[in-house]
């Protein structure tokens, strides 16, 4: 059997978090994204958990060693035997070959890197809509899901804010951060035959379906 060994790239507001669980559950791999894998890590009380805490609390950057090191015992895992979707990671080309060289080690190899497309504007405009409740945390858009009462949250009535990193300006600044970080990944995962790009417009379950079919059409 091959496994769907998987990459998720996407830019702020393409819905990653939501689009790695619902392919994951098509798909019957994980979903692990890069902060998941450093809270069970620092969690788990191993010796690599151990190091990861120690870079975390002195707020440095965890080293690639480390990571891939993580990310190498993960796919290791009775769940992730059949492949995995991995969601922020890798975010430079170091990174990704430091990637491959430890998938190569287990016998495997990336299958594709799938990179949700969402024009700045669509960025913007989604996430500058997003409110947030400061009591319960839920999640609503101005146009998209607007709470029931307008600017109260429908759970429990407390007005709803916009958060500091979804204001236009911030949002701006993220956007052309991730630009910046994900070409030379793009660049390197499209020189590999191994870039999917998928159009992020749309109703989740779609994205989703679109993602699911360039995953099985790679394998
Ligand atoms: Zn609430």
């Not at 060994?5 to 979903?31: I, N, S, Y």
């Amino acid at each position: 059997m091959t496994e769907l060994d998987l990459l998720l790239m996407g830019p702020p507001g393409a819905g990653k978090g939501t689009q790695g669980r619902l392919l994951g559950e098509a798909l019957g791999v994980p979903w692990v994204s890069s902060g998941d894998l450093l809270r069970h890590a620092v969690e788990d009380g191993s010796a690599l958990g151990e190091e990861a805490r120690g870079f975390m609390s002195r707020g440095d950057l965890v080293p690639d060693r480390v990571i891939v090191g993580l990310m190498s015992r993960r796919l290791q895992e009775p769940d992730a035997r059949g492949g995995f979707i991995a969601d922020g990671y890798p975010r430079t080309v170091p990174q990704a070959d430091a990637l491959a060289a430890a998938l190569d080690a287990l016998g495997r190899r990336l299958t594709a890197a799938l990179a949700i497309l969402l024009p700045d504007d669509e960025v913007v405009d989604r996430l500058s809509g997003r409110r947030t409740c400061p009591r319960c945390g839920r999640v609503y858009h101005v146009e998209h899901e607007p709470p029931v009462r307008a600017e109260h949250c429908d759970a429990d009535g407390a007005c709803l804010i916009q958060r500091e990193d979804d204001s236009a300006e911030t949002i701006r600044r993220r956007v052309a951060v991730y630009h910046k970080d994900s070409e030379p990944l793009i660049a390197y995962y499209g020189e590999r035959g191994l870039l999917r790009e998928v159009d992020g417009i749309g109703p989740p379950e779609v994205v989703a379906e679109r993602l699911h079919a360039a995953a099985a059409s790679s394998a």
